[in-house]
């Protein structure tokens, strides 16, 4: 198996894991603070509290409307195990990226086990901390915030690799969309922005 390969396949097993884990210690039901708001206006399509997560309400509909469970509070809660997993698999991907950027191309057996082995070891520490498992499990934006945010760290490190071939700008513009779809989630996003402009002008610079 090329490293290549392997490389999803690890990504793969990271995501499948994590949501399998995530999926079994889900809320049932309504967890009680803020998930049973977003549950219930995602459900009537209502006005959540400030400063509002239209794009989660809507997810949360589409949710509520899958005939997997009877309960709409499960239904609405399973959009965070998923995007949590995905998550995790972006992180996990991240990880490897600046692993090989900061070492160098995969030649040996070593680099590879440095690189993926350092990856599966950090986005799984990062999935079972307290902090993000507690999202993981319920209905709450932070989950799919998390997701947006580690999507979008990883398409500016694979802009990166691509910054020197044709049509390298469609990068730039899913980023722009992710963070656009970001904000109707919640503001957590805008700190990718920092990281996205510093990537760019210092590959301007060696451009130049």
């Given at each position: ?79 965070s ?33 440095i ?93 130049i």
């Amino acid at each position: 198996m090329n490293k290549t390969k392997l490389n999803k396949v690890l990504a793969l097993v990271v995501l499948c894991l994590t949501f399998i884990v995530y999926y079994s210690t889900m809320a049932e039901t309504v967890s009680y603070w803020d998930c049973g708001e977003f549950i219930a206006v995602s459900h009537t399509l209502g006005v959540p509290h400030p400063p509002g997560s239209p794009f989660f309400l809507l997810l949360g509909r589409v949710a509520s409307m899958l005939p997997i469970n009877e309960d709409i509070a499960f239904r609405v809660n399973i959009l965070s195990p998923l995007s949590s997993a995905f998550a995790v698999m972006f992180l996990y991907l991240i990880i490897v990226q600046v692993v090989t950027h900061w070492r160098g191309k995969l030649e040996s057996v070593m680099d590879a086990l440095i690189a993926f082995g350092g990856g599966v070891v950090g986005s799984l520490t990062f999935a079972f901390t307290d902090s993000h498992w507690f999202n993981a499990v319920e209905a709450e934006v932070y989950a799919f915030s998390t997701f947006f945010t580690a999507i979008v760290v990883w398409l500016i490190l694979h802009w990166s690799e691509k910054a020197d071939e044709k049509g390298h700008e469609r990068y730039i513009l899913i980023i722009a969309y992710m963070i656009g779809l970001a904000t109707g989630l919640h503001l957590l996003n805008l700190l990718t922005l920092p990281f996205v402009a510093l990537i760019i002008y210092f590959l301007s610079l060696i451009h130049i």
